[in-house]
């Protein structure tokens, strides 16, 4: 025993520092990596970001320089405070506090201490960088918006954030990334990848050359340019009819799906978020819970979509062999099963066929026909079921899975839904005839009805609406350009869109033709209501219009929503022609209609929910007169703001 | 191994090659962690790694006189090698020369020369001639306090140098003196203080008290033959509690900020966040640079001169005691286990050389020489790696430093030499 003490000891601290190896060099070692050694200092250099060109190739979106003063708050040493702050015009205090907080984020990494210099405080600021340690300039670059459009469309890059640092270790402490619209759906592409450059760094943190003589440095890859299927003019154009209504126009080329404008109202400038005022002036739209600027109308608004939805009864109809369409049926301003009325419907001539209910938006034809679908089968939820599967065959009730950053998925209720709702075969055809009018639980949003309106007019398929038209060396994802076809055979589509065609000739939108262009459309009308103080209040019908053109080989379809802009024909119906007469023929001749379009706001009726008064809706109300909308002056290159940097805020 | 009628070739070649393996291995980690820029000549003089491949080269030089020497010098000249060294010691306290304030070193012209690395195996060898003695009985306790004084001697000479860290070596002497016959209850009482104290400062004096009652109670019960009577148990449990006492005390009054905080860090004392992040930053920023190198390395390591941080200099002192820093991150989980190896098989190959000698003067040398070279490789290496308070010793054989590496050497090769002739005791 006394012989073997030391051995024992000695066995027993060799094998507990061995297990102590093991922990910190085997088990507890992420795997090693260049990056995360902090002997090592990380260069980085960002390449330029891709820029945008509209179908036209004109320049929409490109960059500008911006330098960032960085910190890594551990390496600071003693400075000349009061030098320091009077170079980056900022205060004692702003410079306590965003020392604080970027220690707080961490002591090793760097952070971005005062954003985006302009280019003079960055020339006078980097003679004099040497002389405080600890803090560095980053070069990288902004966008610079050649427009005033399309906020929506291109989206917009800010900071990334940690919890974006986290899940994607590509990006370190203030890196740029696309936050909206295609900067943020093309993020990767127009990124480009950035270069690092590292460099072996000593205790006192002073360089002493490239790290393995620069063997894992690597080169800045610049982003790619795109191309977006946008039309800049047509999306201008949209935008100056939107103004002072809110809503959204989405048009589409049916022959291939590219999204030709995507509007929504009210909107803003894009250079509004570029530069030192980015997140002042994102938080001032995005906290703007009234009219919503950062809620694209024309991809996010999930609404009834009304009328325009009769016409895939219509289809589904003919489809299931269930009317033919020379059947007639009697219209007594409305739909009445036995004695109860279940829908109203509008003055017109009565009986009508299905020409004449298309074109008259007849709702007690359309009850009529949606009942005769669903009494077709003994059980109402297979015979939902049949019909929701042919309406989704159309786009309608499910996200699009286009390359656009938001989007709804609207509703196509099925049987299994009602099911839930009203228990098993505790319901039948007259429960549901609101889905007849596009009303009751059927919803979606305007890419999706001009999406079914470019079905309709290619007789029976689709391509999926997508922005994107070129991308610099690469081809564009093949799910974009294979066709989808409805369930619905093409034979059936001819008197549909002869329906249409007539609305425009006889029907609900005769005021709005275009001389020269065969136009097939559909208006709608759609009951709305909100709450105020708790008390469901119906407000003024929102204005709903569904159309293509021309009538055969449609070169453009385009969906129009005008929030509480009445009936169909009167604000979308108007801004859906203009829209296609200005795609079409590059000119407006219909001048008195967009006179009219120009010189009517909706502001008045937007804020009466919020005037605490009561007030009429619909007829009983006049519609604000304004003076013209002027087009805006878009000398492209003096709209583009830009960055002025180290302006002292003037609060 | 042993070939009797030729001299030459009657060493332990195995404790040599250990060693030429270690003096070797330290001096590549050395070239590491000291190269600033190219290497432009191994012998470059302005360099830590020229310097020390000069007292290697001296260090053979060394070997060569230490083995040509008749094995009996040694016990015969032990007393007056103990008594020289004891006196450069105290000479230190009239020529000595500050180096970060200990006063451990002589300077002659540029060189300067730690003659507390020379006491160790002077120490050793009084201690082996003393306890070897046919008059010395180790049983006996005035015996063992004279004993005990050999020791005491250096270890206050240095520790009044302000050199704990050496001061803690002789403690390992306690292996020899229970090798050697020191009662069993001895190393009960060591082992209760270090546990006593530990529990004291980690979980306060009440928990101790509770803890040593615990214990008292069941020896009480289980030891039925020779059962300590109540009254003695009372007064063992008072004991243990004023010593408890003592070591708190002691912890706040009598230790320097700066021993405190080391102490606190490895028992994780510190429960305010605030003050453990400042107290990391003062006490502990070689610690986490260190435990970071190693970490870094990996299990293969980053290879002979590729480690960034070393190449960075993030490990302050890093060619002196934290030369361990540098196997891990170099040369990753392989490299640093093989040194571990290589110290144990060292260590372990003395022990066994030492419990073969026939003279008892040769044993007690050998056990000393594997008690010095196992606390200096325990306490360093711990320490590196993060499992025991910051103390400041070097690493025998890796550490840069002439003193160090010649100390170490004599240290072994005088048991190399003894151990050779063994075939002439009887």
Redesign the interface.
């Known amino acids: 025993m006394r012989k073997l003490l030391l051995l024992l000891t000695v066995v027993t601290v060799g094998l507990v520092f061995i297990a102590r190896l093991f922990y910190l060099q085997v088990y507890n070692n992420k795997s090693y990596s260049l990056l995360d050694d902090n002997a090592i200092r990380k260069v980085y250099d960002y390449p330029k970001r891709g820029y945008v060109y509209d179908r036209n190739g004109k320049l929409l979106v490109a960059n500008q320089p911006s330098y960032d003063v960085m910190i890594i708050p551990r390496e600071v040493e003693p400075l000349d405070t009061l030098e320091f702050c009077s170079l980056l015009k900022i205060t004692k205090e702003d410079f306590k506090k965003t020392f604080a907080k970027s220690k707080n984020y961490s002591p090793r990494l760097p952070s971005v201490f005062v954003p985006q210099l302009s280019k003079t405080d960055y020339a006078v600021l980097q003679e004099k960088m040497r002389k405080f340690k600890g803090f560095y300039i980053q070069k990288r670059f902004l966008r610079d918006y050649r427009t005033s459009i399309g906020a929506n469309v291109l989206g917009d890059i800010g900071e990334v954030n940690r919890r974006i640092i986290e899940k994607q270790p590509y990006y370190k402490m203030g890196d740029l990334i696309g936050k909206q619209g295609i900067e943020l759906s093309y993020e990767n592409t127009l990124r480009g990848v950035k270069g690092t450059k590292f460099i072996q760094k000593d205790r006192f943190n002073k360089n002493i050359g490239p790290f393995k003589e620069g063997r894992y440095d690597t080169l800045p890859k610049p982003g790619k340019d795109i191309t977006i299927t946008i039309d800049s003019a047509l999306q201008e154009y949209g935008e100056l009819l939107m103004t002072n209504k809110r809503g959204g126009i989405v048009a589409i080329d049916p022959s291939n799906g590219e999204i030709l404008a995507m509007v929504t109202g009210p909107s803003y400038n894009p250079n509004l978020l570029v530069g030192r005022e980015r997140n002042k002036n994102f938080s001032k739209l995005f906290l703007d819970s009234i009219s919503k600027p950062t809620f694209d109308r024309g991809l996010q608004a999930q609404y009834p979509p009304g009328s325009p939805f009769k016409v895939i009864n219509a289809l589904i109809a003919l489809q299931e062999g269930v009317v033919d369409t020379n059947d007639k049926v009697s219209c007594r301003m409305g739909y009445y099963y036995g004695n109860r009325r279940l829908t109203g419907c509008h003055h017109h001539k009565s009986p009508v066929d299905m020409n004449d209910g298309i074109a008259q938006s007849c709702n007690a034809y359309f009850v009529n026909v949606y009942r005769r679908i669903i009494d077709n089968y003994d059980d109402a939820g297979n015979a939902m079921n049949i019909w929701a599967n042919h309406a989704k065959s159309f786009g309608l009730g499910d996200f699009l899975n286009n390359d656009l950053s938001v989007g709804r998925p609207g509703r196509i209720p099925d049987g299994d839904y009602y099911d839930r709702a009203y228990g098993d075969n505790r319901w039948g055809s007259t429960y549901i005839v609101s889905n007849a009018i596009g009303q009751g639980e059927v919803e979606a949003t305007p890419i999706q009805l001009a999406n079914m309106a470019a079905a309709i007019g290619n007789r029976g398929y689709y391509y999926t609406p997508h922005i994107i038209k070129k991308i610099e060396g690469e081809t564009i994802d093949s799910k974009y350009t294979t066709p989808k076809y409805t369930t619905i055979d093409k034979r059936h589509f001819e008197p549909v869109v002869q329906g249409m065609f007539d609305v425009y000739n006889k029907g609900t939108a005769a005021t709005l033709r275009i001389p020269g262009i065969d136009i097939c459309g559909k208006t709608g009308t759609a009951e709305n209501f909100v709450k105020i103080d708790s008390v469901k209040t119906q407000l003024t019908d929102h204005s709903i219009f569904v159309a293509f053109a021309p009538k055969d080989n449609p070169k453009i379809a385009i969906a129009v929503f005008v929030e509480n802009g009445y009936w169909g024909s009167r604000f979308a119906g108007r801004m859906a022609s203009l829209m296609i007469e200005k795609y079409i023929k590059g000119e407006i001749t219909r001048t008195d209609m967009e006179n009219w379009i120009l010189t009517h706001s909706l502001e008045n009726e937007y804020a009466k929910p919020y005037s605490g008064e009561p007030f009429k809706i619909n007829g009983e109300t006049t519609l604000q007169v304004i003076d013209k909308v002027e087009k805006p002056q878009n000398d492209d290159l003096n709209n583009s703001i830009k960055i002025h940097a180290n302006r002292p805020n003037p609060n | 191994m042993y070939r009797e009628n030729h001299r030459g070739f009657r060493f332990d070649w195995i404790t040599i090659v250990l060693f030429l393996l270690l003096v070797g291995f330290g001096w590549l980690n050395i070239l590491s962690a000291s190269h600033e820029g190219e290497i432009v000549s191994y012998f470059d003089m302005s360099q830590l790694y020229g310097k020390h491949l000069v007292f290697i080269g001296l260090t053979l030089v060394l070997i060569v006189i230490i083995l040509s020497l008749e094995a009996k010098f040694y016990e015969r000249f032990a007393s007056i090698i103990y008594i020289t060294a004891m006196l450069a010691l105290v000479g230190l306290f009239i020529f000595g020369k500050d180096v970060n304030g200990a006063r451990s070193w002589y300077g002659i012209g540029s060189m300067t020369i730690q003659p507390s690395e020379f006491a160790k195996f002077a120490t050793a060898l009084a201690l082996a001639k003393y306890m070897s003695d046919l008059q010395t009985n180790m049983n006996t306790l005035k015996d063992q306090l004279r004993a005990v004084a050999i020791i005491i001697v250096p270890a206050v000479l240095i520790l009044l140098q302000n050199d704990a860290g050496s001061t803690l070596v002789y403690a390992s002497f306690f ?1 020899v003196f ?2 050697e ?1 020191l009662q069993q209850i001895y ?1 009960i009482i060591a082992l209760s203080t270090i546990i006593l104290a530990v529990l004291a400062l980690k979980f306060g004096l009440i928990a101790t008290t509770i803890v040593a009652a615990i214990v008292l109670v069941a020896i009480y019960f289980f030891r039925r033959k020779k059962r300590v009577s109540i009254v003695q148990s009372v007064i063992i449990l008072l004991v243990c509690v004023s010593f408890s006492a003592g070591v708190k005390l002691f912890y706040n009054h009598v230790l320097q900020p700066h021993q405190q905080n080391r102490i606190s860090l490895w028992l994780r004392l510190e429960k305010d966040p605030v003050l453990l992040e400042k107290m990391k930053k003062e006490e502990a920023y070689n610690l986490i ?1 260190s ?1 970071e190198a ?6 293969f390591g ?1 290879g002979f001169l ?1 480690g ?2 070393t ?4 490990v ?1 002192e890093q060619e002196t005691d934290y030369i361990f820093s540098t196997v ?1 991150e170099e040369w ?2 392989l490299g ?2 093989m040194v ?2 290589l ?2 098989a060292l ?2 190959r003395i ?1 066994y050389l030492a ?1 073969s000698q026939k003279s008892q003067f040769s044993r007690v040398y050998g ?1 000393g020489v ?2 010095v070279f ?1 606390i200096h ?2 306490i360093n ?2 320490m590196v ?3 025991i308070p910051t103390v400041g010793i070097p690493l025998p054989f890796f550490s840069y430093g002439g003193s160090g590496l010649w100390g170490f050497t004599i240290l072994l090769f005088i048991f190399v030499k003894l151990d050779s002739n063994k075939i002439n005791e009887w």
């Open positions: 292996f229970y090798r016959g190393l640079q435990e190693i970490s870094s390395g990996g299990v980053k590729q960034t941080r190449k960075g200099k993030f302050p891990g990753g989980f640093s286990t571990v190896i110290f144990m260590i372990i022990l419990e056990y594997a008690s196992f490789f325990t290496t711990g790696m993060g499992l």
